[in-house]
């Protein structure tokens, strides 16, 4: 009986299922068929992209993070200063790693009222190391994780009773990644889902010499590299896609215009890949943009608030001025 059916299973049977899914295959394929070509940067952030990202955060040359929790270290009391002596959370889109959350909510506890942490963040692993690092940490802290987009998560949080005002904080110049329009449609989502009194906290990383931001985006250890890479391996093991990584080179590029960063992969040679049901023709010397980082002048951050509709607080930077916090009010 098992060998009748068996020719015909194997006939019916579906084409292996890829973790990748259709969105991330349109998505891929539009961007690749674009000029400039382009993959979306928010797919760099598999487990193994994130662990790179996190060791990027720890090379000297990628002064971001270090710089901020500089800030963060130098004027966190006045940062966590609006809120009054009632309860109060703290937002984190995109729970990052940690370090520099840490050194806010440090400042929080022995407050007589309730003291929330809600971590945001679409990877479940995000949110789970988050809390467990927070729970363990700064035990006293209620946790209350959140798994959705930024805007959507804000709008369930305003919802439930008993938070407080909350400070949100989009940290690491991670706005950078996103065209100016996108910026400004999220920054105004973002305000028209937080109470009146509430604050946002963004970090912007500041335009600067042009050999820092070189160094910072193709560090000489190659973890930037790396990191860059992770894309391709990712997208070949989740698309099935036929990405040969012996012919592809990390690029960063420098738009004076935005002003950003560019991270590339340029051929060295002439490729055929293949993602889904589709062949994508490269030539040699051809890129494919993989992010922008675009830097900020503190004009820009002016613009940014008034066009979202927030009322300016105050702005950190450090003392040679790399980066900034700045610190928005959502209005009466
Ligand atoms: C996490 C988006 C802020 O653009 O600087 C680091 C990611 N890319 N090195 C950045 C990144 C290359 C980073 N952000």
């Known amino acids: 009986m098992q060998r009748a059916t068996r020719p015909v299973e194997r006939c019916t049977k579906p084409r292996p299922q890829l973790p990748g899914g259709d969105r991330m295959l349109a998505d891929v394929l539009s961007g690749l068929r674009a000029r400039p070509r382009s993959l979306p940067s928010r797919y760099f952030y598999d487990d193994r992209g994130s662990r ?32 009054g002596d009632g309860p109060c959370t703290v937002v984190d889109l995109g729970a990052g790693d940690g370090h520099k959350t840490h050194r806010l909510l440090r400042r929080l506890l022995g407050r007589p009222a309730g003291v929330t ?138 738009d004076p215009v935005r002003p950003a960063m560019e991270s590339w992969l340029e051929c060295t040679s002439a490729q055929s890949v293949r993602v889904g049901r589709s062949t994508i023709a490269l030539e040699m010397g051809e890129r494919i943009r993989t992010e922008i980082s675009c830097k900020y002048r503190d004009q820009q951050i002016t613009g940014f608030a008034a066009d979202a509709g927030f009322t300016e607080v105050g702005r950190f930077a450090d003392p040679a001025g790399w980066f900034v916090d700045a610190l928005w009010r959502a209005p009466g």
């Open 52 to 83: 790179l990202f996190q060791w990027i955060s720890r090379l000297p040359d990628y002064y971001l993070t270090r710089v901020e929790r500089e800030i963060l270290e130098r004027s966190g009391d006045a940062m966590v200063a609006p809120f």
């Open 117 to 254: 942490y809600a971590p945001v963040d679409l990877a479940q692993a995000a949110l789970d190391e988050a809390t467990a690092r927070v729970g363990g940490e700064l035990p006293g802290v209620s946790l209350r994780p959140v798994r959705a987009a930024y805007g959507r998560a804000l709008r369930q949080l305003a919802s439930q009773p008993g938070l407080g005002p909350k400070l949100v904080l989009f940290l690491g110049s991670s706005i950078g990644n996103l065209e100016h329009a996108a910026a400004r449609a999220l920054l105004r989502e973002l305000r028209i889902a937080m109470r009146p009194g509430d604050h946002l906290l963004v970090g912007f990383d500041m335009v600067k010499p042009l050999p820092l931001l070189r160094r910072a985006y193709d560090d000489p250890q190659g973890v930037t590299r790396a990191f860059n890479f992770n894309l391709l391996v990712r997208l070949n093991r989740e698309l099935g896609a036929t990405f040969d990584l012996e012919a592809y080179r990390h690029v960063a590029t420098w």
